[in-house]
């Protein structure tokens, strides 16, 4: 998800824990739960080091164990220094240990909310290359982030009002309804799971143009919980086709957009066995392969269906040029966010 929700979900662990929290905890929370978006700066080192890192290195087990040490570590100084800033010689430390499980849980939040949302993430980098995702949200959730928001300014909103009538009881405020929103939250992604899980069973079980379904995946084409993006694959086709889930609603695998699977070639065998063809099926949930034919060779280009033909920075792709003796002249990775020749 986006790093808004991200912060959100933070501060609504932090204050439904805040009894239990060490000095820091908030704090502590909301840096160990946005600190995996910062492998977003691989894009800035092209759609290749995106690719590879995007998802990975901070999205991973281990990656949320050295944010949550890391997150730990650094409060622990500051702390520290504090500490003997003000003299508080006679104040207790801030336990690593304490501190390394509120970042942990932050840190693990995060990534259980990626894993629902956009394209996954490597739980397992370094030691396998697979994108797990759930794919029951879109990566911006209208519904998750407005209980988010009224789930913190409500309490505060009505903190003022009390204030305001003479009510200056010291009390825990907003616990509550930050316990409350992140059982809607959960719950909310629970029910999405199950319409998920009807989506694709409803794609699996129909014929496309008399061809059987061998696979299928459906996607989050918005906040509403009904509507899905399938992509099905065929003997010798994928299929995209808009469904939705809701009550009444008619399903008719004949409206679907087929992309035919090129036919087998020289040139096609050359380009698949390529490097970055590898590469790029590593990561890819349905690619498509497209082959054409130029005054000067062959141009093959890789795609994957999930992201249809989104302007996202996660939509990559490979471009590989061959010349007339199937021989490949140039292969690259492109993003569709950037100009393509």
């Not at 993430?121 to 998750?144: E, G, K, R, S, T």
């Not at 009390?162 to 959960?186: M, N, P, Y």
């Amino acid at each position: 998800m986006e790093p808004v929700t991200h912060a959100l979900a933070s501060l609504a662990l932090a204050r439904a824990a805040q009894k239990q929290l060490p000095r820091y905890g908030t704090a502590m929370m909301l840096a160990a739960g946005l600190a995996a978006d910062l492998d977003y700066a691989s894009y800035f080192a092209g759609p290749e080091s995106f690719l590879r890192f995007h998802r990975a290195v901070l999205h991973s087990i281990p990656g949320a164990i050295l944010i949550a040490g890391a997150t730990a570590a650094v409060f622990c100084v500051i702390d520290r220094k504090r500490r003997n800033a003000t003299s508080a010689t006679s104040a207790i430390a801030l336990n690593f240990v304490a501190a390394f499980v509120v970042s942990a849980v932050a840190a693990i939040g995060h990534v259980l909310l990626d894993l629902g949302s956009g394209v996954g993430v490597q739980l397992l980098w370094p030691f396998h290359v697979h994108l797990y995702a759930w794919n029951l949200v879109p990566n911006l959730d209208l519904w998750v982030l407005v209980v988010l928001l009224a789930g913190l300014l409500l309490p505060l909103l009505f903190r003022l009002v009390s204030e305001e009538i003479g009510d200056r009881a010291k009390r825990v405020r907003g616990r509550t309804a930050a316990v409350l929103v992140l059982a809607f939250v959960v719950a909310y992604l629970g029910a999405r799971a199950v319409l998920h899980s009807q989506a694709v069973d409803l794609l699996l079980s129909r014929e496309y143009r008399g061809q059987v379904a061998l696979s299928a995946g459906a996607f989050p084409v918005s906040s509403s919980p009904f509507d899905w993006r399938g992509v099905v694959v065929t003997d010798n086709t994928l299929e995209e086709l808009d469904l939705s889930v809701g009550p009444h609603q008619e399903f008719d695998p004949d409206r679907s957009l087929t992309h035919y699977k090129p036919d087998d070639s020289p040139a096609l065998r050359a380009a698949q066995a390529a490097d970055s063809t590898q590469l790029y099926l590593q990561y890819a949930r349905f690619p498509l392969a497209r082959m054409a034919r130029r005054e000067d060779g062959y141009r093959f280009e890789l795609h994957d269906l999930q992201f249809a033909s989104e302007n996202l920075p996660d939509n990559i792709f490979v471009r590989i040029e061959l010349d007339s003796g199937v021989q490949i002249t140039s292969q690259e990775f492109l993003s569709a966010l950037r100009p393509n020749p």
